[in-house]
């Protein structure tokens, strides 16, 4: 199920101007409820009534509904955000909806107005919801391309054996194939993928490696929020696998380049 839905899963930008159904409505502010992530950072979405609050984004036609998650920062709180939010979007697309994470092409202001946002708080992503146009626009084709949005990393590029200098390929991994190639998949800021891991023992250790073009905003840094997403499509995967993840925060000390950082790490039991 979870690997359906990562593979099904893609930016949706063009929609068919339809509300969502009252009970497609129902259904996803009763998953939206049950999100929760590792690091037990409380993340607050809103369901948002395009068409009420003026929200539109300049990548989108035929939006009419929009999800923003907003929090308080506090330790972890870019990475907890990318694990909630991705299982929104995830959520959103086992009930068959459109969504596409939106951080960058949209009126801030308007967005944070509609979504309350107290002082101490900050609204990183919002995504809109609903049913896919059965055409795509000319503009989100030319996107598509422009960010080569159906490509991916070489799984022996992101993942190691034990150290950096040991590239991991999907053969030597057995049974963490299947969670990793979910990781392998999964969106990311600008498409630039920068989630690592390096298996070691029976923990799978996710890093950072950032990519030089990003500024880190007072609203999120766009790239540990990708991270997030990595960590949820592995526990997500790997728990449909059976393999038991047990997120951990247990650094392992490796040789760290410029620009490359620890971010948590999983335990599995591998029968
Ligand atoms: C944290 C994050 C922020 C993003 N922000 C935007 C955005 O502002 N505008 C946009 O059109 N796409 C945005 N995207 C979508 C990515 O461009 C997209 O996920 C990537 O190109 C891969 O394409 P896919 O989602 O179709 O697999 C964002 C994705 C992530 C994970």
């Known amino acids: ?35 929760v992530n590792p690091f037990g950072v409380d993340i607050i979405f809103k369901v948002l009534n395009a068409k009420e609050h003026g929200l539109s984004s300049p990548v989108l036609c035929g939006d009419t509904l929009y999800v923003g998650g ?23 697309q086992s009930l068959g909806l459109g969504t596409v994470w939106i951080g960058g092409t949209m009126n801030r202001s308007i967005f944070e107005k509609a979504m309350a946002l107290e002082t101490d708080e900050v609204m990183p992503c919002v995504t809109p919801v609903g049913y896919t146009a059965a055409k795509m626009s000319i503009r989100e084709g030319l996107m598509r391309k422009a960010v080569k949005a159906d490509w991916r990393m070489p799984f022996e590029e992101l993942f190691f054996d034990g150290a950096w200098s040991a590239p991991l390929t999907a053969e030597k991994a057995g049974a963490l194939a299947y969670p990793l190639e979910m990781v392998r998949l999964g969106p990311s800021a600008v498409n ?18 950032r ?11 766009m790239q540990k929020i990708d991270a997030g997403i990595a960590l949820c499509h592995f526990d997500l995967a790997a728990q449909e696998a059976g393999l038991n993840p047990q997120f951990q ?15 948590a790490s999983y335990k599995v039991t591998i029968a």
């Open 70 to 92: 907003k929090v308080t920062p506090c330790e972890h709180w870019n990475e907890a955000y990318g694990y909630a939010f991705e299982k929104l979007i995830l959520a959103a």
């Open 1 to 35: 199920m979870i690997e359906k839905l990562i593979r099904e899963r893609r930016s949706v930008r063009t929609y068919d101007d339809r509300l969502l159904s009252p009970d497609d409505l129902q259904k996803l502010q009763a998953l939206i409820k049950t999100i």
């Open 192 to 209: 630039k993928q920068p989630w690592r891991a390096v298996v070691m023992d029976d923990a799978v250790h996710f890093h950072l490696k």
């Open 211 to 221: 990519n030089k073009d990003f500024a880190i905003g007072k609203s999120g840094d």
């Open 249 to 263: 925060l247990s650094n392992p000390g490796l040789p760290l380049e410029d620009g490359t950082e620890y971010i």
